[in-house]
C-alpha cells in the first residue's frame, strides 16, 4: 500500500469522526477565477481575514486551517513530510477530480514554509504548473539550525509571570517543531518566489506595560529588558533574518519590506500588495481546467 494511499485513510477516517475538514473554499470555487492555496500554519483565520478577502476579488481561494486544529488527532505519530503528503492528498482529492489546478501558493509564518513544500509536492505531479509561492513573513522551520540564545534568568519573575501563558504557547510550538523532524535546506523550486517581510520588532515590552499600566520607556527601565532579548527568549524563531535565510536558498527571491510587525503585515493597508504580486505573477501560467 502506498504511503499516499495510508495517509488519505487515516485522514479522512479521522476527519469524518470529528466532522471537519483541513481545507476549505472561502467563498466556493469561481470557474472565472484562478485557485490560490492559503496555507493558515499556526496563524489563526481572523488574523488572516483582510488577507483572505483581498484575495477572493480575483481568487478561489482554498484555504488550508490551522495545524494545531488537527495536529494532535493526525500529526503527532508524523513528520513534515507526512503532513506535507496529506495536505496535498486533501488537494489532489479536492481539485484534480474537480479539474481545477492551482495558480499560487501562499501563507503566513509557518504557513509559508508549508505552502513552500506544498509547492514542491504538487510539481512532482503537475510539472507544467509554474505556480508562484508568496511567503508572508516565513520562516523556514529548521531544527538544526542553531538558534540564538539568551539568558532568560534576566527576565524578572513579574515579567515571566505576565508572560507565563505565551510562554507555554511557545513551548508548544516548539516541541511541534521538533516532533515533526523539521530538518536542512528547502527542497529546490523553480517557480517564482516572493517574501514579504515585517521590518518593526513586535513590541512584547509595550503590550507588558500597557497591560500593567505603566509606559514602555518605564517597563524597560523597571525590567531590565528590551524587545529584542524578549523575542529571543520568547519567540527564538522570530529572531532569525528570514531573509538572510531565504536567500541562501534562493538568491533570486523577491524580498519585499513592509513597515509593520509580524501579525501587523497581515493589515487591510498592506494585503493589496500581495495580491497584486499574485496576479501580475499567475497572469497566463495556469487555467482552470473546467
Same mark, same amino acid.
Given at each position: 500500500i502506498k504511503l499516499n494511499d495510508l495517509l488519505k485513510t487515516k485522514t479522512i477516517r479521522g476527519l469524518l469522526s470529528l466532522r471537519q475538514s483541513i481545507c476549505s473554499w472561502a467563498s466556493g470555487p469561481d470557474e472565472d477565477k484562478p485557485v490560490v492555496v492559503l496555507v493558515q500554519g499556526e496563524t489563526n483565520y481572523e488574523s488572516l481575514k483582510p488577507y483572505i478577502d483581498a484575495l477572493?476579488? /480575483?481568487f478561489s481561494v482554498l484555504v488550508i486551517e490551522s495545524i494545531r486544529s488537527h495536529f494532535e488527532y493526525? &500529526?503527532?505519530?508524523?513528520?513534515?513530510?507526512?503532513?506535507?503528503?496529506?495536505? #496535498?492528498? /486533501?488537494?489532489?482529492?479536492? $481539485?484534480? $477530480?474537480?479539474?481545477?489546478q492551482v495558480a499560487a501558493f501562499t501563507g503566513h509564518c509557518l504557513g509559508g514554509d508549508l505552502a513552500y513544500r506544498l509547492a514542491c509536492r504538487w510539481r512532482d505531479d503537475?510539472?507544467?504548473?509554474?505556480?508562484?509561492?508568496?511567503? $508572508?513573513?516565513? &520562516?523556514?522551520v529548521d531544527n538544526d539550525r542553531p538558534v540564538q540564545k539568551v539568558d532568560a534568568g534576566r527576565i524578572p519573575e513579574e515579567l515571566v509571570r505576565f508572560y507565563e501563558n505565551q510562554t507555554d504557547i511557545i513551548d508548544n510550538q516548539m516541541n511541534m517543531y521538533t516532533s515533526l523532524g523539521f530538518h536542512g535546506a528547502p527542497v529546490p523550486y523553480d517557480g517564482k518566489l516572493s517574501m514579504f517581510r515585517a521590518m518593526k520588532t513586535t513590541h512584547l515590552l509595550a503590550a507588558v506595560?500597557?497591560?500593567? %499600566?505603566?509606559?514602555?520607556?518605564e517597563a524597560a527601565s523597571r525590567f531590565g529588558v528590551d524587545d529584542d532579548f524578549l523575542m529571543k527568549a520568547w519567540q527564538p524563531q522570530r529572531a532569525v533574518d528570514n531573509e538572510q535565510i531565504w536567500r541562501s536558498y534562493r538568491p533570486d527571491i523577491e524580498c519585499f519590506?513592509?513597515?509593520?510587525? /509580524?501579525? +501587523?503585515?497581515?493589515?487591510?493597508? #498592506?494585503? +493589496?500588495?500581495?495580491?497584486?504580486?499574485?496576479?501580475?505573477?499567475?497572469? %497566463?501560467?495556469?487555467?482552470?481546467?473546467f
Open positions: 477572493s476579488e /480575483h493526525l &500529526f503527532l505519530d508524523a513528520d513534515i513530510d507526512e503532513v506535507t503528503e496529506m495536505y #496535498y492528498t /486533501h488537494l489532489d482529492m479536492r $481539485l484534480s $477530480l474537480a479539474g481545477l503537475n510539472p507544467d504548473c509554474y505556480a508562484p509561492v508568496c511567503l $508572508l513573513d516565513s &520562516f523556514w506595560a500597557a497591560a500593567i %499600566g505603566i509606559t514602555e520607556e519590506h513592509v513597515d509593520s510587525d /509580524h501579525m +501587523g503585515i497581515l493589515g487591510s493597508e #498592506y494585503v +493589496g500588495e500581495y495580491v497584486e504580486w499574485l496576479m501580475a505573477n499567475t497572469a %497566463g501560467n495556469s487555467k482552470n481546467l
